[in-house]
Each structure stands twice: as C-alpha cells, then as structure tokens.
C-alpha cells in the first residue's frame, strides 16, 4: 500500500538521535536546529526520557480515563509547579490542533457564542475548528469552512475592540510568537489590550503555546512576558519530546462538567510518564536558563553576518531572515553541512528550533557552516 502522499520529503533517513544531533542510515550525523519542528525539547533520546518511557510501557502502557491514573495527577501537579499557573486546571489530548479544537470549544460552550477572532499568518493546527482560525484557505476544506471566523492584523487593536463588541465571539486566539508564519509579535500595548477587552466582553483568551511553550521563548510560556491572564492556554510540542501528548490549562474560574471533553488516548499512562521526564528534566538542567543564553550568543553571532536582514522571534524560537528565497540555502545546509533547520511561510526566512540543551558549540559549528554555504548564494 503506498502513503498517502502529502509530505514533500528531503531525501535523509534519520534512524537514531542523541541530544542535539541525528543520524542517518549511512551513519551521517545531522546536527539538528529544527528539533523535528520544535518538538525536541530536552534533547533525543534523554536518558530520563529513555527510562521513563520504558519503565512504564514495562508496567502499563495505557488504560481509558474511566479509572485513577496517579501519573496525570502528578504531571498537573508539575506543570502547575514549574509553569507558575497557579490554580489552573489540566485537560490533556494527543496534539496541538486538539488542544486548540478543545480550547475553542470550551469557549463557545462557556460563553454560549461562536464566532472567532484569529490573526492573519496565524497558525493553529488542522482539525475542524483549529484549521479554520488557520490562515491559510488552501488547508481549509469546505467543511472547515463553515466556522464563523474573522481574521484581522496583528496589532489591529481597534479592529479586535470592534467586532469584541458585538458581543457574538466566544475567543480571541492567538500565537504571541507566531511559528509558522514566520517568527512575527505582537506589541505589549496590543496583547494587554486584547487581555482587557476579554474580560470586558465575556470572550475566552486562548493562548496558543504548542510551539512557544515549554521554556522556548525564554520563558515558561511566551505569554509570560507580558503582563496577560489567558482563560487557555494550550500546549503539545516540546512538552512531550517527540511523544505525542497535548493539553490545555484551563483557568480556575471555568467550571468542568462530566463529559464536557474527552478523548481516549489523551492523558495516557505513557504520555504522562514522558510528560513528566521531560518537565523534571527541564527543571533539573535549567533548560529555561540555558535558552535566554543560547538566543543571547545566537543573535549576536547572526548580527555579524551581512547577508542576514533582520533577526525575528525569541529565545530559541527564531528567524533569519535573507533578502533571498531559502530553500536552495536551506538544502544546501542539510545535503553538504548536515545541519537541520526549518522553513516558514515566508520563503526568505530560515527558522531556528533546537533542542534546549543547545550550546554554543553547536552554535558556533553553525554559523561556520552558514557562511560557508553562504559563498555560493
Ligand atoms: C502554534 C501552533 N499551534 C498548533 C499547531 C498544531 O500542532 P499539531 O501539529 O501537533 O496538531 C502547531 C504546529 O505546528 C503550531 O505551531
């Protein structure tokens, strides 16, 4: 039976990953600054990870949330702990696009409205309502297309002020470092405003932290840099290192009710073990420490290299933008320098995601590589 063929594939056949590199099946070490699209939060195949997972597929590997599962709890526990969300609660799912599709349905259930208030190059996932507050109409299917959802501009505060009071939107969502757009933020005054006008209007804040979250940005969530409270925040990525697992912090002032969301493999006993190997490990190592470092010497080293444009994003979520199309530089870096990066919907940026155990070692072997790449562009 072939695959489906809906990925564009770069020929290399990754077969093993250790920290901050992978290797092919000719045994080619990649040093990888893409982190599988930032989903490589503490590094491939961490001990911690390694032990957690197996030690409990070894005792059990999964049951339904019909019973207790003690391991859920401590990883709410956690998060809560580490992340400093005090008093929200956790519902956790299998991916970034259902923590979203659960977010705004929380939303519309709570506030008995449906419309959406999403931003262009915004991106939230591909399931029903996550794709539609999506912009990009070319993944939106007809089907998709039915969700009320209106679109305005980044820092457009007047235009959130004017359709919030109309008083039919359940949720404002939003990336505070947009990923795959291409490393775009809002100003402070725009994301506090967005906050307030909210509240003032019973509209749900979702905060979309799948790729930002997770110490990322520098810090636990990108939301933290501003002064903010959003009713969800929804995260997957780096929280699980590569296993799938999502999630949303609810707000301790929004109420549950019994089968209000579900699902059957989201809060499994295996996700939650790497979910919680993953946040020990971040704590222990000072991730989060380590990624305010990195982007520090990160940005400096791109400022000496003329060809860069402009450095967008944060912590160790950025772009580098060229006045050129990437993609031959990008492939260049893969097939001559084994070195991963990302791409965005803006063809002149390269997009930066390692591991948070990065240093400057793999920083420095990178910037050699670029400019070295660099001399046939
Ligand atoms: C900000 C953001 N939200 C949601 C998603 C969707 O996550 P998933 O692919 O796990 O469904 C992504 C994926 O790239 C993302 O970057």
């Given at each position: 039976m072939p695959l489906f063929d809906v990925y564009p594939l770069y020929n290399v056949t990754p077969v093993k990953g250790k920290d901050i590199f992978v290797y092919d099946d000719k045994g080619i070490e990649y040093l990888d600054l893409y982190g599988g699209h930032a989903v490589i939060s503490i590094g491939h195949s961490h001990p911690n990870y390694v032990n957690a997972i197996t030690n409990q597929v070894s005792s059990l590997g999964f049951y339904s949330n019909a019973i207790q599962n003690p391991i859920q709890v401590e990883l709410a526990k956690r998060l809560e702990e580490v992340s400093a969300c005090k008093g929200y609660q956790l519902f956790l799912c299998n991916s970034g696009a259902e923590a979203n599709e659960n977010a705004l349905k929380l939303a519309s259930f709570k506030t008995n409205k449906s419309r959406v208030i999403a931003f262009n190059n915004g991106f939230h996932g591909r399931t029903s309502a996550a794709v539609a507050v999506t912009?990009?109409?070319?993944?939106?299917?007809p089907i998709n297309q039915q969700h009320k959802v209106t679109f305005l501009e980044l820092n457009d505060i007047d235009g959130v002020k004017k359709e919030l009071e109309?008083?039919?939107?359940?949720a404002v969502i939003l990336e505070f470092i947009q990923g795959v757009g291409g490393l775009d933020q809002g100003t402070s005054d725009f994301f506090e405003k967005v906050d307030a006008l909210c509240k003032a209007n019973n509209t749900f804040f979702i905060a979309?932290?799948?790729?930002?979250g997770y110490g990322r940005s520098?810090?636990?969530?990108?939301?933290?840099?501003?002064n903010v409270t959003p009713d969800v925040i929804s995260i997957a990525k780096g929280m699980g290192n590569g296993f799938p697992v999502g999630g949303i912090l609810i707000h301790p002032k929004i109420e549950a009710k019994y089968g209000m969301l579900g699902t059957?493999?989201?809060?499994?006993h295996l996700a939650c073990a790497a979910g919680l190997a993953v946040i020990n490990t971040l704590v222990e190592e000072q991730l989060i420490k380590n990624v305010n470092f990195i982007s520090n010497y990160f940005i400096s080293e791109a400022s000496?290299?003329?060809?860069?444009?402009n450095v967008k994003g944060r912590g160790l979520m950025l772009g580098l933008e060229f006045d050129f199309d990437v993609s031959e530089l990008r492939k260049n870096l893969i097939y001559q320098h084994h070195i991963f990066t990302g791409g965005a919907s803006n063809k002149k940026l390269i997009r930066i995601l390692p591991p948070?155990?990065?240093t400057k070692v793999h920083v420095d072997a990178f910037f050699v590589a670029l400019k070295n790449a660099l001399l046939n562009f």
């Open positions: 912009d990009n109409p070319s993944i939106n299917a109309k008083g039919d939107v359940c979309d932290e799948v790729q930002s520098g810090k636990f969530f990108a939301f933290q840099h501003y059957t493999f989201g809060g499994n000496k290299i003329p060809q860069i444009k948070l155990t990065i």
